[in-house]
């Protein structure tokens, strides 16, 4: 019923990358260089096991519709597809059907659009349950468009009753009701994952931690960043989406506050709006955060651009009713600067981070790390403080206290009664209240 784009059992395809770079009245407005653009395509066929032959900048000044290109421009990229011996060709743009079709038929090989490049590598990535049904929910919303004439076998008719289909239907309408039955079942599946995170949130709520998200353009260092925080063991490699299923820490903040710690799927620029919405379910634990870590690489000269991809994808994820979204920028690998660009990046960190919004750090190194952990527990630290008077033989209330809030004041008086002032939710001082008095 559906189709893969790669034969995952052949090792190192050869292949051509292409960006077509839209100028005149169809220009990108995206500040990206288009180099930049071209080395981000050609990454993300890398991540695939693609081996790039050959890659190429193509100006478009108009779009043609039946191939994208005009027609001696597909005859340039059919001679360099066969000068590279090529099997497939990335198209760092979105094609329609018609386009991927006649490309195909044009350059002798199997052309993959933008679209069709992230799914596959979000389909060979995913590892839990979950993130298995969101990047299939996305490939078949992508692919139930591509059925018209994919293939020539979906012009015959088939007869029969049931799942074979009905009296004069066709294989391709065969298909589309397939695939309708099928995304029917997965957004019911999803719906249940998101049921169930809704009452994890709810279970998380009562402890109460507060959460901490990191998000970031794909390979900005979150989950080495998310390692150096926790002590964890995610994956973190210098390759496009290593990463894409949620994972969450409890950490310990200076001064003893807990919270939870997030690692998200990286966002990347013109992110498939299929993807955007099947992850949603994984997505609204950025909403939902107390906190959300912007993980920027400060050494890349795209940082800027990456920064806004990273904010229009945030601005598609809703924040309950009455939350305010609180936004800490991590500029990660100052270890990559020059020495005299890595000065002036440590300085201007220096002075946002005395007003919560930047700080610089190297989560390769470490460098930064101590500072950024006492600017997360300022910034999620606005529990109201409570006075309390605790008996000797109290310590397992002391102990309750150190691990659920954050003990800011402590005194013994001459009878051995333990002063404190604590930093609580009013959900944990109320279960401290009925648990201890």
């Known amino acids: 019923m559906t189709q ?42 890398r991540a695939l096991d693609l081996d790039v032959r050959a890659e190429e900048i193509v100006n478009l000044r108009r779009i043609t519709p039946a191939t994208l290109f005009g027609s001696g421009k597909v005859e340039e ?13 990335v198209i760092d743009d979105d094609l329609t059907p018609v386009q991927q079709r006649n490309l195909e038929n044009a350059l002798d090989a199997k052309v993959i659009d933008r679209t069709g490049l992230i799914l596959e590598i979000f389909g060979r990535r995913a590892r839990t349950k979950e993130g298995r049904l969101q990047v299939e929910l996305a490939r078949l919303d992508y692919e139930k468009s591509r059925l018209v004439r994919t293939w020539t076998h979906l012009e015959r008719q088939r007869g029969g009753t049931g799942s074979t289909g009905g009296p004069g239907e066709t294989q391709i309408e065969l298909d589309r009701r397939l695939i309708a039955d099928r995304i029917v079942k997965l957004k019911v ?50 390759l496009l989406f290593a990463t894409l299923d949620t994972t969450q820490r409890t950490i310990r903040l200076p001064q003893g506050r807990p919270a939870i710690v997030a690692d998200t799927v990286g966002f990347i620029s013109d992110l498939p709006h299929e993807l955007v919405e099947s992850f949603r379910a994984t997505l609204e634990e950025v909403g939902e955060a107390d906190l959300i870590l912007h993980v920027r690489d400060i050494a890349s000269p795209d940082s ?45 960190a220096e002075r946002l981070r005395a007003q919560g919004k930047a700080v610089a750090v190297s989560a390769w190194t470490g460098e930064g790390i ?26 397992e209330a002391l102990a ?38």
Do not use: C
């Open 77 to 89: 990229l059919a001679a360099l597809v066969r000068a590279a011996e090529a099997e497939a060709v």
């Open 189 to 238: 599946e999803l719906d249940e994952v998101r049921r169930t995170r809704g009452l994890h949130r709810k279970a998380r709520k009562k402890v109460p931690f507060p959460t901490v998200a990191l998000v970031g353009y794909t390979n900005a260092g979150k989950s080495t960043l998310f390692n150096r925080l926790t002590g964890s063991d995610v994956v973190a490699k210098d």
């Open 304 to 348: 800027a651009a990456q920064a806004k991809d990273v904010e229009a994808v945030l601005k598609q994820i809703p924040t309950p009713e009455g939350k305010t979204r609180r936004m800490l920028e991590v500029w990660n690998k100052t270890d990559l600067l020059d020495p005299e660009t890595r000065e002036a990046v440590l300085g201007q």
């Open 370 to 395: 101590e500072p950024l952990r006492q600017t997360i527990a300022d910034l999620i630290d606005d529990d109201p403080e409570t006075e309390l008077i605790l008996l000797p033989s109290q310590g």
């Open 4 to 45: 893969k784009f790669i034969d995952h059992t052949v090792p190192l395809i050869r292949a051509v990358v292409i960006h077509p770079e839209r100028t005149g009245a169809g220009a990108d407005d995206s500040s990206r260089l288009a180099s930049e653009r071209l080395e981000e395509a050609a990454g993300l066929a």
């Open 400 to 437: 309750w206290l150190y691990e659920n809030g954050r003990v800011t004041g402590r005194e013994t008086d001459a009878e051995g009664r333990t002063h404190l002032v604590v930093r609580l939710h009013p959900a944990a001082l109320g279960r401290f209240e009925r648990q201890f008095g």
